[in-house]
């Protein structure tokens, strides 16, 4: 087929519609099948499996396999969610991540290509692990101004590409995994309608959270990186505290913009970080921990995949009904935070 053919003639798509909601309607996930166990961790690294298991709350962790990147587990979760929405086309990819296939360009898409989503927009959204919470603003923001109609987030991160294999710390808490949403247009009292949204960010704070070299900072010196400094790096004990502030001031900003108060929040699904961080959320904001998902034992903190797994387990577990209003909430490196709410959509997770 020549150049011009491939090209043209561009499909007549009708204009859609402004200033509708998005509405969730579909919910898929992938995870690699490899298991990691924090005994194999404690076999290599200075840690125990009760530290991990006591500090994190986390038992086990997937990882992917040599040669599997943060696309391939992109392509699945998205295949999953169009599936769980019975839809074979949308008109936007977004793609948060931290760990992308290449630093250029963008993931989006090539995921969009390999799951046939031809002239689909897409791109890329790097919150780290707000970058889910970012991608779904961005999404519902693409339907608001008519620019989409349907449109397909995906939070999908290989932290296991970027932590140092020698830290105790970070080895142990992060997981590999892909979690997505198809969003529609449509009325804001749907069940599945979102916002309003709460984002933020505090770049004073960027050092807390971040792979030093690789980037211009460190390339434009033309010196050699520092050994180590291509690895994910965290201040474990401060993100602690102020992920804890954050996730529960976003939580509460966003019911203040929608005139609903704590006690009206059924579940809250926010970012698998640590155990210990969802129990200081739930004890700063007075809530009962019942309130609150915990999917972290089983996979660890996947970064932007974090809460569209959470969903995705408390959904087949049937802690998730429809009709439930569902505060989710997230808060990573930037340092970046985001709150949304909505009625639980009447959807089957894949
Ligand atoms: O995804 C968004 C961003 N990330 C997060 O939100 C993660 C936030 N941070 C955390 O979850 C926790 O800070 C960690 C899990 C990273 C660390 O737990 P902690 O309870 O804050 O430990 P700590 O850093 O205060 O360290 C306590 C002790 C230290 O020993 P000393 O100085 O008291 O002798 C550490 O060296 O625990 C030691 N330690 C470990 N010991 C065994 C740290 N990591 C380990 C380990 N195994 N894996």
Known sequence: MTEAARVLPFPETPPPARGASAVLCGLGTWLPSRVV???DIASRLDTSEEWIRGRTGIRERRVVDP??????????????ALKSADLDHVDAVVLATTTPDHPCPATAPEVAHRIGLERAAAFDVNAVCTGFLYGLASGAGLIATGVAERVLVIGADT??????????????????GAGAVVLRAGAPHELGALGPFDLGSDGQDADLITVPSGGSRQRSTHEPPEPGSEFFQMEGR?????????????AQNVLRKAGLGLRD???????????????????????????????????GNTAAASVPLAMASACE??????????????????????????????????
Do not use: C
């Not at 401060?238 to 976003?250: E, L, P």
């Not at 961080?277 to 739930?282: D, R």
């Open 37 to 39: 166990t924090n005994a």
């Open 265 to 299: 929040v059924d579940r809250f699904v926010i970012h698998q970080a640590n155990i210990r961080i969802v129990n200081g959320v739930a004890d700063m904001l007075g809530q009962p921990v019942a309130k609150f998902v915990r999917n972290i034992g089983e996979v």
């Open 317 to 350: 577990s049937g802690e998730l009904r429809a009709g439930q209003r569902v505060l989710l909430g997230a808060f990573g490196g930037g340092l970046t935070w985001g709150a949304t709410l909505l009625r639980w959509p009447d959807i089957e997770a894949m």
């Open 67 to 80: 040669g599997v990147s943060t696309s391939d587990l992109a392509v699945e979760a998205g295949q999953r």
């Open 159 to 176: 932290f296991s590409t970027i932590v140092d294999p020698a830290s105790r710390t970070t080895a142990a808490i992060f997981g590999d």
């Open 238 to 250: 401060t993100v602690f505290r102020k992920a804890i502030y954050q996730m529960s001031g976003s």
